[in-house]
């Protein structure tokens, strides 16, 4: 069994995961994105696929980015 959990995340807003989270410039702005993920949404900007939304789940559900497209990548635990 995988352990799922994560030093950087709590419950979503939580202060542990705000206090995580990392500032990323995405499309003309500085996003707030959470630890867990951060790495993968930044890899895909950097792509050329743009995010519009995104969340780790907080070991609570699977996580989500979602893109520019309207497709949405689902993030398994």
Excluded: S, W
């Amino acid at each position: 069994m995988t352990d799922t959990t994560c030093q950087f995340c709590d419950d979503c807003g939580g202060p542990v995961t705000y206090a995580n989270q990392v500032l990323i410039p995405l499309n003309g702005r500085v996003q707030c994105i959470d630890h867990c993920i951060h790495h993968l949404v930044a890899a895909l900007n950097a792509a050329g696929v743009q995010t519009t939304d995104c969340c780790c789940g907080h070991k609570k559900m699977p996580g989500y980015i979602a893109l520019e497209d309207g497709r949405i990548l689902a993030i398994f635990p």
